[in-house]
Nanobody
Framework: QVQLVESGGGLVQPGGSLRLSCAVS????????MGWYRQAPGKQRELVAT???????DYTDSVKGRFAISRDNAKNTVYLQMNSLKPEDTAVYSC?????????WGQGTQVTVSS
């Protein structure tokens, strides 16, 4: 059974940092492209960052320079380091694994940025 389990969310003040993790099991993690998505209340889910199986990264404009996606294939885990957080970053963050026609999602972790 494929599982993607996110962790690391929580409440943080504006300007603070969080590191999200997504632990993946039961797939050949290294061949999957990975992504972090977020969905704020009343808004559509949006792509935040991606990292390919080869390590290439991409970010949505609003997080460039503040967020960093990385992966550890030995640990079957993808990370999202989030710095200089803003209230508009508040959302449920989910990870996605994709390889050809196979796509898997995690359940999400809440990130709230508020003073």
């Amino acid at each position: 059974q494929v599982q993607l389990v996110e962790s690391g969310g929580g409440l943080v003040q504006p300007g603070g940092s969080l590191r999200l993790s997504c632990a993946v099991s039961s797939i050949t993690f290294s061949i999957y492209d990975m992504g972090w998505y977020r969905q704020a209340p009343g808004k559509q889910r949006e792509l935040v960052a991606t990292i390919s199986s080869g390590g290439s990264t991409d970010y949505t404009d609003s997080v460039k320079g503040r967020f960093a996606i990385s992966r550890d294939n030995a640990k079957n885990t993808v990370y999202l380091q989030m710095n200089s957080l803003k209230p508009e970053d508040t959302a449920v963050y989910s990870c996605k694994a994709n390889y050809r026609t196979w796509t898997y999602w995690g359940q999400g972790t809440q990130v709230t940025v508020s003073s």
